[in-house]
């Protein structure tokens, strides 16, 4: 919570197991208790597979802030999705790894990443993200 702006509901890294200068490794608890299953799917919960996108896009945002020196006064916005698979569904009880890493050094602040999510080491979903870095505070 101190790089990323994100808050509750909306958080959806809980830690951080691994960041290096092109890597990150994040870890999401996933819990009956997420307000989106409460309409997704009623008496068969499943996550939507465009917030596990999302919790992978908040884990590269680690990564991608990590390489500012006062992220606090950054936000990163999604540019371009490409080649999302979805390979399992994402249940509660369920603890989804993000495995992030940088295609190429951050230029201009365009930041391109590869990502994969595993639950149990069995790949669930992968997707080709960009965002751009921008500064939102003057200091």
Known sequence: MEVLP???????????????ETRVVGLKNVTM??????????????????????????????LALSKVPDPENYLTYFLKIN??????????????????SLDEPIRRGICTMTGKAYVN?????EAELMAQIVKTKNI
């Not at 994100?6 to 290096?20: A, C, N, Q, S």
């Not at 080649?83 to 790894?97: A, S």
């Not at 080491?121 to 979903?125: D, E, K, S």
């Open 6 to 20: 994100h808050r509750p509901p909306f958080l959806f890294v809980d830690k951080i197991l691994e960041l290096t």
């Open 33 to 62: 208790n997420e307000p989106f299953f409460e309409g997704h799917f009623p008496g068969a919960p499943v996550m939507p597979g465009v917030l596990i996108v999302e919790a992978m896009a908040q884990a590269g945002g680690i």
């Open 83 to 100: 080649n999302v698979k979805f390979k399992k569904q994402v249940n509660p009880g369920d603890t989804l790894i993000f495995d992030l």
């Open 121 to 125: 080491g069995v790949l669930v979903t």
